[in-house]
């Protein structure tokens, strides 16, 4: 939050002590924002966003006695025009093959990206796990890859095909050394690896005609499984969502969620170039 406030707001609003803000300053915030818009990105969410932070510093400074009321509890997201909508994009096999083609036209210098976005849509990870992910929880000869502390509380084995293998490869000697897959950009970056708001920077650059969301790629595997005619059961244990009777078991599965990893690589691999197939 520190970085979307230094970036977004601390410029319109300045040294306006908190108790001084009216609605002329988160008018102006809000302004200046929408201001970036452009054809591939409107910022409606990130003015709204902005609006949200705003709401739990104000919310914070009325419990702690530094001011009376919120101005805040006056605007809302949809005053910036923002739409809740439900996300429930998943590619087609056309538009995964358009994907994996505009992919593949990205220069060498976005490799990295390029590599874990096509992780991500194989192997049906969430971001944040990927990019977290450490070196010594993969076995190359096993093809298999142990993801601790999963957004369900539990760890997980995730098996990988050949073609992933071959991603992981390369990508082991891009990181050149450094104990995660996707280490750090910025040496003053405090994580020690690559931020969470890098992948969705690249793909509104690189693949912004294709108005692709990071989560998207999730529910493209999700959706692809059934495409492939993998049980219901098992593509939701092969995207690791929550399932209680298997909390604790993290070879949930694991053969079947092997050939399905192994069928879904099949079709990625349809679509790719020889080098990446």
């Keep these: 939050m520190q970085n979307f406030y230094k970036k977004h707001i601390s410029k319109a609003i300045e040294a306006t002590p908190i108790a001084n803000l009216d609605g002329t300053h988160i008018d102006y915030l809000v302004d200046s924002i929408l201001a970036k818009a452009n054809k591939s990105y409107s910022y409606n969410a990130t003015s ?47 538009e995964i093959k358009q994907l994996i083609q505009a992919l593949q036209n990205q220069p060498e210098c976005e490799r990295v990206n390029v590599i874990a976005v096509c992780l991500l849509l194989v192997l049906g990870k969430r971001k944040i796990e990927l990019i977290k992910s450490v070196w010594k929880d993969i076995c190359f000869n ?33 990181s050149m050394g450094e104990s995660h897959l996707f280490p750090k950009r910025q040496e003053t970056a405090k994580a020690k690896h690559i931020s969470e708001s890098t992948l969705n920077g690249f793909l509104e650059r690189a693949l912004s005609e294709l108005k692709i969301e990071v989560h998207d790629l999730r529910r493209t595997t999700r959706t692809t499984l059934r495409a492939l005619d993998i049980p219901v059961d098992v593509a939701e244990s092969y995207i690791n969502h929550k399932q209680k009777a298997y909390r604790y078991n993290f070879y949930h599965r694991l053969p079947e969620r092997k050939r399905a990893c192994k069928k879904l690589s099949k079709l990625i691999k349809k679509y790719l170039t020889n080098k990446d197939g």
Excluded at 146 to 165: H, M, N, Q, R, W
């Design 48 to 94: 709204a966003k902005a609006l949200g932070v705003m709401k739990k510093i104000c919310n914070r400074a009325v419990k702690y006695g530094q001011l009376s009321h919120s101005v805040l509890e006056l605007f809302s997201p949809r005053e910036v025009g923002y739409k809740d909508i439900p996300k429930s994009r998943a590619f087609t096999k056309p």
């Design 142 to 174: 096993e093809r298999e890859w142990l993801v601790e502390k999963t957004k369900t509380g539990a760890d997980i084995v995730i098996p990988f095909s050949p073609l992933v293998k071959g991603w992981l490869e390369e990508l082991k000697e891009l």
